[in-house]
C-alpha cells in the first residue's frame, strides 16, 4: 500500500508540473493539435501530403520539443530553443544610421535566454497553427517562445516574442536549437555534430561542430544542415532579408553556428556586435512593441544534402526570377569603378559584374564619385572622369547587362539625392570663375554649371534627367525631403520621389523599410505623385559576400534590355511608375488599383511568392490622412502563385497603393496610383 500511495503521489507531481494550455483560439484543420495531460502534439502534411508530428512537453523541467518525427522516424528529439541577446542605447530616433551602440557611454548588456515556461496557448491562423510558450527571458526582453507549422510544407518558423519598456533600445540576438547528439547515449535517433553547408565559393562543405564553444561558419546561401540518426535532417536558417540590418558593406560574418559537446549538438543563426565600421546600428525596440526573434527550421527525411536544396528554394538560390516583359534593375552602388578602370584599362572586368549578373540583375545603376574621384571639382578634370565614366559603363554592357551611370550629386537641393541623365551630359556642380550656365567646350560640347538650385532643376528639365532622394528620412537625408516639399524643384515630375531599403529593422512588424513606405504614403498627401525606387546603398562588392540579405530589386516592365545607347528607356519606365519593388521571394507581375462604382476601391494582383505569404494590404490617402486595409494570406501554401482581387471601400481616396508580405519578412510592392489615372 505505501509502495502503491508513493506511485500515485509521484503521478500526481508530474501532472502538477504540466503547465496550463489554452485551446481557445484553436480550430481543427490541415493541422490537428491534440492536447494530453503533459504533452501537446501536433500533426501537419508537409507538400506530398506525408503526416509529420511534433510533441512537445507541457512540463517545465523537461526539453520543450520531446520530437519531430515522419512515420516513426524521429529527425529532431529532446530539443530547447535557445537565445542570446546583446542591447545598447539609441542615438538621434528610430530612423538613425549613423549610430554604433557600443560606443554609447551606457555601453551594451549581453544576457543568456531562459525559459521556464508557465502556460502555453495554441491558435489557428488560417490553415496554419501557432504553438506559444511564456516563460522567456532575456535581460531587458520578456515574453515567451512560439513555433508555427505550415501545412503543405515542412517549414517551421521558430520566433522569441518578447518585448522591453526601456527607452531607446538597440539590439541584435543570436538564436538556435540544442539537441540531443550521437554522443548521447540514451536511446533515439539523436543528431549527427557534422554539419553541411555551402561555403562562399558555392562548393558543399562537411565540418565538425565539435568543442565547447559556437563554431561560426561563412557560408552561402544562410543556412546549415546536420543529419539525424534516423536518416533524417534538420537545417537552420535566418529570415532572408529581416534579420540583417542594414550596413554600408556587406561582407560575409559568418551568419550560422553549430556547437557539439557533451551529449548534444546546437545549431543556429548568429549577428555579431560590431563588424569594424564606425556605423553599425543594430536592430530597433520600441517601448512595448513585440519583437519577434525568429530562425527557420527546415524538416527533412532524407540527407542533409537534398534538406540544403530544398532550403535555396525559397530565395531561388538567391537569383531574382526573370519574368516575361520585366528586366531587373537594382539601384544606388559605390563601386569607385571609373577611378579603378582608368587605372586597369576598359577591358578590365571589375568583380560587381560577375556578381550581379549570376543573382539575374538585368541592369544596375551605379553612383560613382562617392568618395572617389573629383566630382567637386571645376576643371577639366571632372569632364575627364565623367567621360572615363560613360566610356566604361559602355564597356560592361552587353546584351545581358546593362550599366547606366548616376550620380549621388548631393548639392543644391538638399540632402543626399541621385541623379541619372538618359545619355552622357557633362556639368560641374557649380560654377567655375568666369563660367557660364551653358557653355561649349572644344571635347565635350556643352557642358552645364549649376550654381544653384534654380539651375539644378533647369539642367536636369533640359537634359531629360531623373532624380531622386536617396535614403530619405535617414543617414545624409535626415530631414529630407521634408524640408523641401514646398520647393517648385521638388513639385516638379523630373524629381521622382524617394530611395526605398529595408532600413531600419524593427522586427514588430513583417513590413521592411517602413520609414520610406510611410514617407511614401505622405509624399503622395502632399499633393504629388511620388515613387519610391529601390536601392540598395553599398560599397565594393564580390563573389564572398552576403549580398542577398541586403538585395532589393525593380521590376522594370520591358519587353528586351536595351543597349548602353537607349538605357533612357529605363528611366523612361521609371518615370512612369511602370515597376514594381520586390526583395525577390514575392513576385508581382500583374497588379492595378481601379475604381470601384461605388466610390472604393478594387485591387487585382497576379502573385507568384517561395515563403507562405503572411497578408496583403491596401493603403490609400486623401492628401491629408493615410489608411489601409490589412487582407491575411494565412491559408496561401509555400512555392505557389494565384490571382486575387480585393476591394477596400474608401470614399475620398485619391491615391493607392498594393503591397503582399510573406511570413519571413519579405515583400513586393507597387507605386501609388491616383484615382485620376484610374477608370
Same mark, same amino acid.
Given at each position: 500500500?505505501?509502495?502503491?500511495?508513493?506511485?500515485?503521489?509521484?503521478?500526481?507531481?508530474?501532472?502538477?508540473?504540466?503547465?496550463?494550455?489554452?485551446?481557445?483560439?484553436?480550430?481543427?484543420?490541415?493541422?490537428?493539435?491534440?492536447?494530453?495531460?503533459?504533452? *501537446?502534439?501536433? %500533426?501537419?502534411?508537409?507538400? /506530398?501530403?506525408?503526416?509529420?508530428?511534433? #510533441?512537445? &512537453?507541457? $512540463?517545465?523541467? =523537461?526539453?520543450?520539443?520531446?520530437?519531430?518525427?515522419?512515420?516513426?522516424?524521429?529527425?529532431?528529439?529532446?530539443?530547447?530553443?535557445?537565445?542570446?541577446?546583446?542591447?545598447?542605447?539609441?542615438?538621434?530616433?528610430?530612423?538613425?544610421?549613423?549610430?554604433?551602440?557600443?560606443?554609447?557611454?551606457?555601453?551594451?548588456?549581453?544576457?543568456?535566454?531562459? *525559459?521556464?515556461? %508557465?502556460?502555453?496557448?495554441? /491558435?489557428?491562423?488560417?490553415?496554419?497553427? #501557432?504553438? &506559444?510558450? $511564456?516563460?522567456? =527571458?532575456?535581460?531587458?526582453?520578456?515574453?515567451?517562445?512560439?513555433?508555427?507549422?505550415?501545412?503543405?510544407?515542412?517549414?517551421?518558423?521558430?520566433?522569441?516574442?518578447?518585448?522591453?519598456?526601456?527607452?531607446?533600445?538597440?539590439?541584435?540576438?543570436?538564436?538556435?536549437?540544442?539537441?540531443?547528439?550521437?554522443?548521447?547515449?540514451?536511446?533515439?535517433?539523436?543528431?549527427?555534430?557534422?554539419?553541411?553547408?555551402?561555403?562562399?565559393?558555392?562548393?558543399?562543405?562537411?565540418?565538425?561542430?565539435?568543442?565547447?564553444?559556437?563554431?561560426?561558419?561563412?557560408?552561402?546561401?544562410?543556412?546549415?544542415?546536420?543529419?539525424?540518426?534516423?536518416?533524417?535532417?534538420?537545417?537552420?536558417?535566418?529570415?532572408?532579408?529581416?534579420?540583417?540590418?542594414?550596413?554600408?558593406?556587406?561582407?560575409?560574418?559568418?551568419?550560422?553556428?553549430?556547437?557539439?559537446?557533451?551529449?548534444?549538438?546546437?545549431?543556429?543563426?548568429?549577428?555579431?556586435?560590431?563588424?569594424?565600421?564606425?556605423?553599425?546600428?543594430?536592430?530597433?525596440?520600441?517601448?512595448?512593441?513585440?519583437?519577434?526573434?525568429?530562425?527557420?527550421?527546415?524538416?527533412?527525411?532524407?540527407?542533409?544534402?537534398?534538406?540544403?536544396?530544398?532550403?535555396?528554394?525559397?530565395?531561388?538560390?538567391?537569383?531574382?526570377?526573370?519574368?516575361?516583359?520585366?528586366?531587373?534593375?537594382?539601384?544606388?552602388?559605390?563601386?569607385?569603378?571609373?577611378?579603378?578602370?582608368?587605372?586597369?584599362?576598359?577591358?578590365?572586368?571589375?568583380?560587381?559584374?560577375?556578381?550581379?549578373?549570376?543573382?539575374?540583375?538585368?541592369?544596375?545603376?551605379?553612383?560613382?564619385?562617392?568618395?572617389?574621384?573629383?566630382?567637386?571639382?571645376?576643371?577639366?578634370?571632372?569632364?575627364?572622369?565623367?567621360?572615363?565614366?560613360?566610356?566604361?559603363?559602355?564597356?560592361?554592357?552587353?546584351?545581358?547587362?546593362?550599366?547606366?551611370?548616376?550620380?549621388?550629386?548631393?548639392?543644391?537641393?538638399?540632402?543626399?539625392?541621385?541623379?541619372?541623365?538618359?545619355?552622357?551630359?557633362?556639368?560641374?556642380?557649380?560654377?567655375?570663375?568666369?563660367?557660364?550656365?551653358?557653355?561649349?567646350?572644344?571635347?565635350?560640347?556643352?557642358?552645364?554649371?549649376?550654381?544653384?538650385?534654380?539651375?539644378?532643376?533647369?539642367?536636369?528639365?533640359?537634359?531629360?534627367?531623373?532624380?531622386?532622394?536617396?535614403?530619405?528620412?535617414?543617414?545624409?537625408?535626415?530631414?529630407?525631403?521634408?524640408?523641401?516639399?514646398?520647393?517648385?524643384?521638388?513639385?516638379?515630375?523630373?524629381?521622382?520621389?524617394?530611395?526605398?531599403?529595408?532600413?531600419?529593422?524593427?522586427?514588430?512588424?513583417?513590413?521592411?523599410?517602413?520609414?520610406?513606405?510611410?514617407?511614401?504614403?505622405?509624399?503622395?498627401?502632399?499633393?504629388?505623385?511620388?515613387?519610391?525606387?529601390?536601392?540598395?546603398?553599398?560599397?565594393?562588392?564580390?563573389?564572398?559576400?552576403?549580398?542577398?540579405?541586403?538585395?532589393?530589386?525593380?521590376?522594370?516592365?520591358?519587353?528586351?534590355?536595351?543597349?548602353?545607347?537607349?538605357?533612357?528607356?529605363?528611366?523612361?519606365?521609371?518615370?512612369?511608375?511602370?515597376?514594381?519593388?520586390?526583395?525577390?521571394?514575392?513576385?508581382?507581375?500583374?497588379?492595378?488599383?481601379?475604381?470601384?462604382?461605388?466610390?472604393?476601391?478594387?485591387?487585382?494582383?497576379?502573385?507568384?511568392?517561395?515563403?507562405?505569404?503572411?497578408?496583403?494590404?491596401?493603403?490609400?490617402?486623401?492628401?491629408?490622412?493615410?489608411?489601409?486595409?490589412?487582407?491575411?494570406?494565412?491559408?496561401?501554401?509555400?512555392?505557389?502563385?494565384?490571382?486575387?482581387?480585393?476591394?477596400?471601400?474608401?470614399?475620398?481616396?485619391?491615391?493607392?497603393?498594393?503591397?503582399?508580405?510573406?511570413?519571413?519578412?519579405?515583400?513586393?510592392?507597387?507605386?501609388?496610383?491616383?484615382?485620376?489615372?484610374?477608370?
Amino acid at each position: 500500500m505505501r509502495r502503491m500511495a508513493l506511485v500515485l503521489l509521484c503521478a500526481a507531481a508530474a501532472r502538477a508540473a504540466a503547465v496550463p494550455v489554452d485551446l481557445s483560439q484553436y480550430r481543427p484543420g490541415a493541422v490537428t493539435v491534440t492536447a494530453g495531460a503533459e504533452s *501537446l502534439t501536433l %500533426r501537419w502534411p508537409d507538400e /506530398r501530403g506525408r503526416s509529420w508530428s511534433a #510533441e512537445f &512537453s507541457l $512540463d517545465a523541467a =523537461r526539453p520543450l520539443i520531446t520530437a519531430i518525427s515522419l512515420a516513426g522516424r524521429t529527425v529532431v528529439e529532446r530539443a530547447r530553443p535557445v537565445y542570446w541577446c546583446e542591447t545598447g542605447k539609441r542615438r538621434g530616433g528610430w530612423d538613425q544610421f549613423f549610430d554604433f551602440p557600443p560606443s554609447h557611454p551606457e555601453g551594451t548588456r549581453r544576457f543568456t535566454g531562459t *525559459l521556464q515556461i %508557465r502556460a502555453a496557448r495554441v /491558435r489557428t491562423a488560417g490553415d496554419r497553427v #501557432e504553438i &506559444s510558450f $511564456d516563460g522567456l =527571458r532575456a535581460g531587458i526582453f520578456e515574453g515567451g517562445v512560439a513555433y508555427t507549422f505550415y501545412p503543405g510544407s515542412r517549414l517551421i518558423h521558430q520566433e522569441a516574442f518578447l518585448k522591453t519598456d526601456e527607452p531607446d533600445t538597440a539590439y541584435f540576438y543570436d538564436a538556435g536549437l540544442r539537441m540531443a547528439s550521437e554522443a548521447d547515449r540514451r536511446p533515439g535517433n539523436n543528431m549527427e555534430s557534422t554539419v553541411v553547408f555551402y561555403d562562399t565559393a558555392g562548393q558543399l562543405r562537411r565540418a565538425a561542430a565539435g568543442g565547447p564553444e559556437r563554431q561560426p561558419q561563412q557560408v552561402r546561401y544562410r543556412a546549415l544542415a546536420a543529419r539525424a540518426g534516423s536518416g533524417g535532417s534538420l537545417v537552420v536558417f535566418p529570415a532572408p532579408h529581416q534579420y540583417f540590418f542594414a550596413r554600408d558593406f556587406t561582407s560575409n560574418m559568418g551568419s550560422v553556428w553549430s556547437r557539439a559537446w557533451r551529449g548534444e549538438v546546437r545549431l543556429g543563426i548568429r549577428q555579431l556586435p560590431d563588424d569594424n565600421s564606425p556605423y553599425y546600428p543594430w536592430m530597433n525596440a520600441p517601448p512595448g512593441t513585440v519583437q519577434r526573434m525568429g530562425v527557420f527550421l527546415l524538416v527533412s527525411d532524407g540527407g542533409a544534402e537534398a534538406a540544403l536544396e530544398d532550403t535555396l528554394r525559397f530565395t531561388h538560390r538567391d537569383r531574382y526570377p526573370a519574368i516575361e516583359g520585366y528586366k531587373t534593375l537594382a539601384a544606388h552602388w559605390h563601386f569607385a569603378y571609373t577611378v579603378q578602370a582608368m587605372a586597369k584599362g576598359f577591358d578590365w572586368t571589375p568583380p560587381f559584374k560577375p556578381v550581379l549578373k549570376e543573382m539575374g540583375v538585368d541592369a544596375a545603376m551605379i553612383a560613382d564619385f562617392h568618395g572617389d574621384g573629383h566630382p567637386r571639382d571645376l576643371t577639366d578634370v571632372r569632364l575627364q572622369e565623367l567621360e572615363a565614366y560613360y566610356r566604361a559603363c559602355r564597356a560592361q554592357s552587353d546584351a545581358n547587362f546593362l550599366l547606366i551611370p548616376s550620380e549621388e550629386a548631393n548639392v543644391h537641393l538638399g540632402g543626399h539625392w541621385a541623379v541619372a541623365f538618359p545619355k552622357p551630359v557633362y556639368w560641374w556642380m557649380d560654377r567655375p570663375a568666369g563660367g557660364a550656365f551653358l557653355g561649349r567646350h572644344p571635347r565635350y560640347g556643352a557642358v552645364y554649371s549649376a550654381a544653384n538650385p534654380a539651375e539644378m532643376i533647369d539642367l536636369i528639365r533640359r537634359e531629360g534627367g531623373i532624380l531622386y532622394q536617396s535614403h530619405p528620412r535617414t543617414k545624409g537625408s535626415t530631414g529630407f525631403p521634408d524640408k523641401i516639399r514646398e520647393t517648385d524643384y521638388f513639385r516638379d515630375a523630373s524629381y521622382l520621389g524617394a530611395g526605398w531599403k529595408a532600413m531600419p529593422s524593427d522586427l514588430s512588424t513583417l513590413r521592411q523599410g517602413e520609414r520610406s513606405l510611410k514617407l511614401l504614403d505622405d509624399m503622395n498627401n502632399w499633393g504629388q505623385p511620388k515613387k519610391l525606387l529601390g536601392e540598395v546603398d553599398v560599397f565594393q562588392i564580390d563573389a564572398t559576400h552576403e549580398l542577398w540579405a541586403h538585395m532589393n530589386v525593380n521590376y522594370v516592365r520591358m519587353a528586351a534590355l536595351p543597349g548602353f545607347d537607349d538605357y533612357g528607356r529605363f528611366l523612361d519606365a521609371l518615370a512612369r511608375g511602370d515597376f514594381f519593388i520586390s526583395t525577390g521571394e514575392v513576385l508581382l507581375p500583374e497588379a492595378t488599383i481601379t475604381r470601384e462604382a461605388a466610390g472604393g476601391i478594387r485591387a487585382r494582383v497576379r502573385a507568384r511568392w517561395t515563403f507562405p505569404l503572411a497578408f496583403a494590404e491596401i493603403v490609400w490617402g486623401d492628401t491629408v490622412r493615410t489608411s489601409r486595409k490589412v487582407i491575411p494570406l494565412e491559408e496561401t501554401r509555400p512555392f505557389a502563385s494565384a490571382s486575387f482581387e480585393w476591394t477596400a471601400e474608401a470614399n475620398g481616396w485619391r491615391w493607392a497603393r498594393v503591397a503582399v508580405w510573406d511570413v519571413a519578412g519579405n515583400g513586393a510592392f507597387i507605386n501609388p496610383v491616383w484615382k485620376e489615372s484610374t477608370r
